[in-house]
């Protein structure tokens, strides 16, 4: 199954091109890598994915199974919410149903499902900010986990990790592509860890993107 396509992509801001001519083809199961320096595009290409950010000039088609976004999900680099703002675990998971049709009496079940796939079940009524580096990365992934999406997307999650949490996280989301055959998309510039974990590779470098299969 074909989730996405795209076809001579163009991305741009105002006159400045970023990205041209960009041809991928991201299938269910595959475990893709966006690899390259910083402003090369990656992001770029990302917030196109997510609908955030028009294509200049291409196409972009998206499976029905994506249509409406609902079912993507996506990992940021950091949270941004407030430190100051007392938030538990369970607030902070759920703000992933935002923008979604999700019923009132299905949250619950959720959300505890979720937590459940990160090792965060025991800490649903905790604070955000009392959790660890390693844990707090964990939430983040669930907060996308709770929209049960068919893509996942990843831009840096393992930035400002220690080695054993990012080892952690790695090995989750490695076992959660292999069982469960959910598509990500991770953008690093580790080319050691891209090595060790993809499937599918995308190289930018200067305004172009190589694909390629691991």
Known sequence: EILLI????????????VLRDVDLRIRRGEFWFFL????????????CLLGTLKP???????????????NIGFVPQRCDLNPTLPTTVREFVSMGLVGTEC?????????NDALERVGLAGRVTDDYWSLSGGQRQRALVARALI???????????????????????????????RQE????????????????????????????VTAGVG
């Open 103 to 111: 019923p009132r009496g299905e949250r619950r079940g959720r959300l």
């Open 56 to 70: 200049q000039a291409g196409r972009l088609l998206r499976s029905p199974s994506l249509l409406g976004f609902r």
């Open 147 to 177: 929209r049960r999406p068919r893509l996942l997307i990843l831009d840096e999650p393992t930035n400002g990790l220690d080695l054993p949490a990012e080892e952690s996280l790695l090995e989750f989301l490695a076992a959660l592509n």
């Open 181 to 208: 055959r959910l598509t990500m998309l991770f953008v690093t510039h580790d080319l050691a860890i891209a090595a060790r974990f993809g499937s599918h590779f995308a190289l930018f470098h200067d305004t172009t």
């Open 36 to 47: 390259g320096p910083n402003g090369q595009g990656k992001t770029s290409l990302l917030r």
């Open 6 to 17: 795209a076809e001579r992509l163009a991305v741009a801001y105002g006159r400045r091109i």
